[in-house]
């Protein structure tokens, strides 16, 4: 019988998760513009509180009997070119795919890096790889990320491998984000959409509520049409809900 979950165990702050494990403890080296992870006191301050060996916590998760959902990571990147040499990430799924209970959602900007740990995603049944794409064109908001198009390529790579997919279209940000076309030029190989809001505050209350509103009413409203009309199953994020 697996070990009861335990309150020690990294929370996910998203409302689609149960936990999350960050398996690199630095500043993320894709340095996007939106993110407030590789900004690097406040990341401090969170590895002060957090655990440090990802690896043992992937192997509690492993014992634990209670299904959890677990995200791998939100803060700092779980493929940064590191991970070619050090495979963190790699040992951090082998041990969280002993437990087929969990389900497992990786999330990455470098999922080409990714696919070298497909025979993982393939020995689970609940793994998951997703990336994230706010635009489909290369954007100044991720000067140092790899482009849209190899993140979708290894999506796309993935899943006609047998992987589940899913693509997270967050911050969605005026006049550079258009999900509709993001979620029509990607129906064929994503299976699980999340649709999330602009938070990062400084960049917002320069451009104001009103821009934000009108254009996730405009936008996000036909790509969740869409996704309906495909009868796809996606999540819009409680922060982008309240603007809906
Ligand atoms: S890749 Fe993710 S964690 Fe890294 S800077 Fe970009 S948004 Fe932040």
Redesign the pocket.
Known sequence: MGIPYSENMPKSSVDYATDNITVYRSP?????R??W??RIPLFRSRIRRGHYDPVKEAERYARTGEPRTIVVS????PYPPVEKSLRKTRRVLEALARNPRHKVMVL??NPQLALRDLDIFLRHPNMWLGT?VISLEPTDW?PY?PSPEERLSALKSAHSKGVRTWLSVEPIIPRTTYPELIVGETLDYVDWYVLGAFNYSGRLAKMGKDVLKGWYRDHVVQAISILRSHGREFHIKKELRKYL
């Open positions: 993320c080296p894709y340095r996007c939106y993110c992870a590789w939100f803060t700092s990147d990455t900007k994230t991720e990320a």
